[in-house]
């Protein structure tokens, strides 16, 4: 393995039943990478990313994390490892912003009330919430809600974060604000995967593309080949399709 390698996914297969979501993905990701997953709906994107951090389990396959198969570790180490970030934020409602950071913190990475504190307290600075880590998620907006969600993940200090629709749940004016903080997680050098809509901010965040349909990878490339010369013409005409859709922004 390359010694700047973070990630290997190795001819992933997984399904529910009868019905097949994963049919041999492989890619890898370096440190630093930004990789953008694409594809129709049902096409097995956010199925990869739960098996990733292992919410959905494979059927055949690898997946390693810095070299070690994430089956060979314990959940709390794989979840100080890989951050994710749900569409649906998946806050507890009857936490502040504040102590839904602080939560995995205490249980997770067994820090002392007054070190998550002050930790949290940072994170929340850096996603622009430190005036609202006091208030509930009823009182935020659904922008501040996911970037509460981002500043959760980004306290365990992960090594690679996951972005599941992050912003398919808010409102368009409330879109940017998500998506800067992420522009900003990726010129900080944070290694990311990230399934998204949003075609502006794979052309100029990511490192590369993966286009996926009926839950095979059927082309990956850096943003400039999929978008202006793709080899598939299915890559061409989804692409296609999705930037005439959601803009270029």
């Known amino acids: 393995m390359a010694e700047n390698r973070l990630l290997d996914v ?3 297969h997984q399904s529910y039943g009868e019905e097949r979501v994963l049919e041999g993905i492989s890619f890898e990701m370096d440190r630093q990478d930004v990789k953008v997953l694409v594809g129709p709906s049902g096409s097995g994107k956010s199925t990869m990313l739960r098996c990733i951090n292992r919410l959905t389990d494979i059927d055949e396959g690898e997946i390693a994390l810095d070299g070690e198969s994430i089956y060979d570790m314990n959940q ?15 806050l507890f409602a009857h936490l502040t912003a504040l102590e839904n950071v602080t939560l995995g913190l205490k249980r997770v990475r067994d820090m002392s009330e007054p070190d998550a504190v ?8 850096s996603v622009g919430l430190r005036e609202q880590a006091n208030s509930y998620p009823a009182e935020l907006s659904g922008g501040q809600k996911q970037r509460v969600g981002i500043a959760r ?11 599941d629709e992050p912003t398919s749940a808010l409102d368009p004016e409330l879109i940017g604000e998500v998506l800067e903080v992420m522009r900003d997680l990726a010129e900080e050098g944070m290694t990311m995967l990230v399934v998204t809509h949003e075609m502006g901010f794979a052309r100029q965040a990511a490192t590369d593309v993966l286009f996926l349909e009926d839950g095979e990878l059927v082309e990956q490339g850096p943003p400039d080949q999929l978008f202006e010369a793709p080899e598939q013409d299915r890559t061409r005409d989804f692409l ?7 803009g270029d922004q």
């Open 118 to 125: 002050e930790k949290a307290a940072r994170q929340l600075e």
């Open 76 to 90: 709390n180490d794989l979840r100080r490892q890989v951050g994710m970030v749900f569409q649906d934020f998946n």
């Open 153 to 163: 993940a980004l306290a365990m200090d992960p090594k690679l974060m996951l972005f």
């Open 240 to 246: 296609g399709r999705l930037t005439s859709l959601h």
């Open 10 to 12: 190795v001819d992933v």
